[in-house]
């Protein structure tokens, strides 16, 4: 639409200024008719092109070039300005929105054509006083003129390109980014799923068979149902160790090889005294009755608390985080704020960038989150920082 009211705009102002330097010109009376349906069909042909000019900027200036030949011809050089205007809007179209590598092709063409045209006409001013320096200068000045609006056309359209190009590659990356992650969340998770049948299939299919002989000799061959009892004892024990060697292997990297109790909520205080240094402080604060909560919620709500204090330390810029604990019939409620100032396209906060693209860290909070049917949500907190909140159900008087 806007180039549609541009192209009638100078449809009126072409019309009204040949009138008008007819008249200072040839002495003739402004506006005549038939001689106004004439130049408003000429100068309309030449200006119309323009209302396609960023759809089909190469089509708009070819047109624009022959209906600028046409009416310069046709009209004589009585009217210059709003013919010259329409050229150099036209290549600046062409240069700016045209496609590779017929742009500057065109651009160069209609350049050309123009040039001899305007050449054409200095030649036909004979009897003018200073009629060489006359013929210079319209023919530079006007050329000049395109000149410049097609190297500004071909500026602005390589930065448009550029910018459109940097998009599409951020875009991918991020895709990728996603996809890479997600590829390596399910990897992982076919990697331990593989060692844990290696690991504990065996030795429980073991278990089981022996556990049948046994029950089945009893009574009547007691040597060997104690010999297979023996066996299920050894595979136990065996399976036991495999298990402590797969949870070392899986341990994340700076825990301690030894096996600890797991940790939980009551340990949150201790997080935070551990988490805080010279540059971040952590603050914890209950609000409710505690209860005693089923061991892997505890482990999971620990988990997520010290998963969002570890974004906060790496990513944010923050001087302070405060976790929320809030114990309400039924459920929890875990909620970690910070106060940084983290970029939009890098990591920012809690939750950088976001808990639907974010790294493996924020995809294994909301694995746990999940795992016990909960609700997870992040997001910037007015006046500056992140905020994590995460509700997990915990039925009063779980154990």
């Not at 004589?76 to 092709?105: C, D, H, K, Q």
């Not at 899986?250 to 825990?255: D, F, V, Y």
């Not at 909070?365 to 999940?370: L, P």
Request: hydrophobic residues 45%; aromatic residues 6%.
């Amino acid at each position: 639409m806007a180039d549609l009211g541009l192209a009638a705009a100078l449809v009126v102002v072409g019309v009204i200024s040949f009138n008008a330097s007819n008249e200072m010109v040839a002495g003739a009376s402004p506006f005549q008719w038939p001689l106004d349906a004439k130049v408003t069909a000429i100068v309309a042909g030449m200006v119309g092109p323009l209302a396609l000019r960023r759809r089909y900027p190469l089509t708009a200036l070819l047109a624009c070039t022959a209906g600028f030949l046409i009416s310069r011809m046709l009209l004589g050089f009585i009217e210059t300005t709003t013919t010259i205007i329409v050229m150099s809007l036209a290549v600046y179209s062409a240069a700016a929105y045209g496609s590779s590598p017929w742009r500057n092709r065109v651009c160069g063409a209609a350049f050309l054509a123009a040039g001899v045209e305007l050449w054409r006409e200095q030649y036909g001013l004979p009897g003018m006083p200073n009629l060489m320096l006359h013929q210079v200068f319209e023919l530079a000045l006007n050329l000049v003129l395109i000149g410049v609006m097609w190297a500004l056309g071909s500026a602005l359209g390589a930065g448009r390109r550029r910018a459109a190009e940097l998009l599409e590659k951020t875009i991918e990356l991020e895709n990728e980014r996603d996809e890479n992650a997600r590829r390596a969340v399910f990897n992982e998770r076919v990697r331990i799923a593989r060692e844990l049948h290696d690991v504990v299939a065996h030795h429980v299919s073991i278990m089981g068979v022996q556990a049948g002989a046994a029950r089945v000799v009893i009574e009547r061959d007691p040597v060997k149902a104690k010999e297979a009892l023996v066996s299920i004892e050894s595979s136990s024990r065996q399976a036991v160790l495999e298990l402590h060697r797969l949870l070392g292997f899986l341990r994340q990297e700076g825990e301690s090889d030894e096996i600890a109790p797991s940790p939980g909520l009551g340990q949150l205080q201790e997080l935070a005294e551990n988490i805080s240094d010279t540059r971040l402080t952590v603050g914890v604060n209950i609000e409710g009755e505690p209860r005693k909560m089923t061991p892997t919620l505890e482990v999971s709500a620990y988990r997520i608390v010290q998963e969002a204090l570890t974004n906060t330390l790496k990513h944010a810029n923050a001087s302070r985080a405060d976790v929320y604990l809030r114990y309400r019939s039924g459920e929890i409620e875990l909620e970690i704020t910070d106060d940084g100032t983290g970029g939009v396209l890098g990591p920012r906060g809690l939750g950088a960038p976001s808990l639907e693209s974010g790294g493996l860290g924020l995809m294994g909070m909301r694995e746990r989150v999940g795992l016990h049917g909960g609700r997870v949500s992040a997001g910037p907190v007015a006046g500056g920082g992140f905020s994590v909140r995460v509700t997990l159900p915990a039925p009063n008087g779980a154990s």
